[in-house]
């Protein structure tokens, strides 16, 4: 399996925007809700 890696920026507000490659291969849109996990340094 391919591990493929994304930049992201924390914005105003704490908004951060997944890049479009993302949201079209996982179908996510406005209002789908994600977990973010605290892996001791490391967010999952």
């Known amino acids: 399996m391919a591990t493929?890696?994304?930049?992201?920026?924390?914005r105003q507000r704490g908004v951060v925007t997944l890049p479009n490659a993302l949201r079209e291969a996982y179908g996510l849109g406005e209002d789908d809700v994600l977990t973010l996990v605290d892996l001791g340094g490391h967010l999952l």
């Open 4 to 10: 493929d890696t994304y930049t992201i920026q924390i």
